[in-house]
């Protein structure tokens, strides 16, 4: 993806810090989808195509273009009420060509943490947490004095806390633009308590409650203060109050570095620093924890997603609280979405959609969904930051970007499906999150 010569890679590498700190999403036009040859597997439910159903063959051939684009595979979940598709393209393992299946199982990432702020409304209802409270008065030690006065839960869920990510502190080598530090910690154990303290001694990226950024310390902490209140292992108290709850049987927190089912390799290239791509699918997800360990697969996230959305694990008052959202703006200013309290909203073409993106080393994850739950995608896929640097230290466009968020919106706004809103929504879909990673932006999962 770069130059051979490691002094132009690290100049150009170096100049995407204060870029991608500062960027939102990679905001790309839906392209054409190219014909790829490489057919995607699929099985369905239901009917066939129906006026603003599933048109399988569209599908097939859209998420086949994404591998024709670039990536190594990708298997997808798409729903429209009680039609179900399911498909792959591409390959699982690059070394021995086997081919991505549909429903495998995958690291999620960041969707945990629609998981983690369903356990903490569960409290909420039971009025053992006050959302408007400090955290202060819950875990005084660990966010200490005027911060933890003026941090409230609610910041931690929605984002405005304040509060540095801890990821450069677990990570430190991705400062002097080297991956040496995701290999050393492959099989590093890192406690909750660690990461909160690295995230709270990082550069506070506002006043609290001031303006929206991402940081995966938000999370680590949403779950302290779920064993606070529980006196559970939050990722116990998570297994059976909510995915259990929610009747997923693909979904859990992995207790080894190692996923217990059938799943793909999942490949990291860094922009390039790691060239070729390295498989990371074996990886202690201790450095993710409530924040985005999760192990699942795209049938189990949209069963997530419906249950979550039309009222089956939260009572209505704090399912309202979930989707209440703070603004979520690029340079600009110009609200590019909305996040909730772990999930956020995205308007498209053919309406609003709910849902959550992740990812980790070698891993990519996006589901969105109707208000309703009826028109859902799922999306995983197995490479990770392949985009190039250009000259003037940002990120290039890349095939990959254009023909995932081509497939997104065939799966959630084909042609004739639904109603369109009443002012015009940007045809973007924020699947490839190139901002999770700073210096180049530290990792967001």
Request: a positive charge; aromatic letters at 8%; glycine letters at 10%.
């Given at each position: 993806m770069f130059s051979s010569r490691p002094d132009r890679r690290r100049a150009r590498v170096a100049g995407t810090t204060a870029a991608l700190a500062a960027a939102l999403l990679a905001t790309v036009l839906p392209a054409q989808a190219a014909p790829s040859p490489t057919p995607a597997a699929f099985a369905s439910e239901g009917a066939a195509t129906a006026p603003g159903g599933l048109d399988r063959e569209a599908l097939g051939a859209s998420l086949d273009a994404v591998h024709a684009a670039g990536m190594y595979g990708a298997n997808a979940a798409v729903r429209d009420g009680g039609q179900r598709w399911l498909g792959a393209t591409g390959v699982a393992d690059t070394g021995t060509g086997r081919p991505m299946r549909p429903n495998l199982q995958h690291r999620v990432g960041s969707v945990t943490k629609a998981f983690t702020s369903v356990a903490v409304l569960q409290q909420v209802a039971r009025g053992r947490i006050d959302l408007d409270a400090p955290i202060g008065r819950y875990l005084p030690e660990t966010v200490p004095g005027e911060r933890g006065q003026a941090?409230?839960?609610?910041?931690?869920?929605?984002?405005?806390?304040?509060?540095?990510?801890?990821?450069?502190?677990?990570?430190?080598?991705?400062?002097?633009?080297?991956?040496?530090?995701?290999?050393?910690?492959?099989?590093?154990?890192?406690?909750?308590?660690?990461?909160?303290?690295?995230?709270?001694?990082?550069?506070?990226?506002?006043?609290?409650?001031?303006?929206?950024?991402?940081?995966?310390?938000?999370?680590?902490?949403?779950?302290?203060?779920?064993?606070?209140?529980?006196?559970?292992?939050?990722?116990?108290?998570?297994?059976?109050?909510?995915?259990?709850?929610?009747?997923?049987?693909?979904?859990?927190?992995?207790?080894?570095?190692?996923?217990?089912?059938?799943?793909?390799?999942?490949?990291?290239?860094?922009?390039?620093?790691?060239?070729?791509?390295?498989?990371?699918?074996?990886?202690?997800?201790?450095?993710?924890?409530?924040?985005?360990?999760?192990?699942s697969t795209t049938a189990d996230l949209d069963d997530f997603y419906r249950k979550l959305l039309r009222g089956q694990l939260l009572p209505a008052a704090q399912l309202h609280e979930m989707q209440t959202t703070v603004p979520v703006r690029d340079d600009n200013g110009t609200t590019v979405m909305n996040y909730g309290l772990g999930i956020y909203a995205l308007d498209l073409p053919c309406g609003r959609f709910w849902g959550h993106d992740g990812a980790v080393f070698g891993a990519g994850t996006s589901v969105l969904s109707s208000a309703d739950g009826r028109r859902q995608l799922a999306l995983t896929y197995n490479l990770m930051k392949y985009q190039k640097v250009g000259a003037d230290g940002k990120l290039e466009p890349s095939p990959i970007d254009a023909a995932l968020n081509t497939f997104a919106l065939q799966a959630l706004c084909p042609a004739g499906a639904g109603e369109r809103p009443s002012r015009p929504a940007a045809p973007v879909v924020p699947l490839p999150r190139t901002q999770d990673l700073a210096p180049i932006a530290a990792p967001r999962h």
């Amino acid at each position: 993806m770069f130059s051979s010569r490691p002094d132009r890679r690290r100049a150009r590498v170096a100049g995407t810090t204060a870029a991608l700190a500062a960027a939102l999403l990679a905001t790309v036009l839906p392209a054409q989808a190219a014909p790829s040859p490489t057919p995607a597997a699929f099985a369905s439910e239901g009917a066939a195509t129906a006026p603003g159903g599933l048109d399988r063959e569209a599908l097939g051939a859209s998420l086949d273009a994404v591998h024709a684009a670039g990536m190594y595979g990708a298997n997808a979940a798409v729903r429209d009420g009680g039609q179900r598709w399911l498909g792959a393209t591409g390959v699982a393992d690059t070394g021995t060509g086997r081919p991505m299946r549909p429903n495998l199982q995958h690291r999620v990432g960041s969707v945990t943490k629609a998981f983690t702020s369903v356990a903490v409304l569960q409290q909420v209802a039971r009025g053992r947490i006050d959302l408007d409270a400090p955290i202060g008065r819950y875990l005084p030690e660990t966010v200490p004095g005027e911060r933890g006065q003026a941090i409230t839960v609610r910041m931690l869920l929605n984002h405005t806390s304040g509060i540095g990510d801890y990821v450069l502190g677990a990570f430190p080598s991705l400062g002097q633009m080297s991956t040496k530090s995701l290999d050393d910690n492959r099989f590093h154990h890192f406690r909750p308590e660690e990461l909160a303290r690295l995230g709270m001694e990082a550069a506070p990226t506002g006043r609290p409650g001031e303006r929206w950024s991402y940081s995966n310390t938000n999370y680590v902490v949403a779950g302290m203060l779920i064993q606070k209140v529980t006196g559970e292992d939050p990722e116990d108290y998570i297994t059976h109050a909510v995915i259990r709850k929610a009747g997923l049987r693909d979904t859990y927190f992995p207790r080894s570095p190692r996923i217990a089912g059938p799943h793909s390799k999942m490949y990291e290239s860094y922009y390039g620093l790691i060239d070729p791509p390295r498989d990371y699918s074996v990886y202690n997800m201790s450095w993710a924890g409530t924040a985005g360990a999760l192990v699942s697969t795209t049938a189990d996230l949209d069963d997530f997603y419906r249950k979550l959305l039309r009222g089956q694990l939260l009572p209505a008052a704090q399912l309202h609280e979930m989707q209440t959202t703070v603004p979520v703006r690029d340079d600009n200013g110009t609200t590019v979405m909305n996040y909730g309290l772990g999930i956020y909203a995205l308007d498209l073409p053919c309406g609003r959609f709910w849902g959550h993106d992740g990812a980790v080393f070698g891993a990519g994850t996006s589901v969105l969904s109707s208000a309703d739950g009826r028109r859902q995608l799922a999306l995983t896929y197995n490479l990770m930051k392949y985009q190039k640097v250009g000259a003037d230290g940002k990120l290039e466009p890349s095939p990959i970007d254009a023909a995932l968020n081509t497939f997104a919106l065939q799966a959630l706004c084909p042609a004739g499906a639904g109603e369109r809103p009443s002012r015009p929504a940007a045809p973007v879909v924020p699947l490839p999150r190139t901002q999770d990673l700073a210096p180049i932006a530290a990792p967001r999962h």
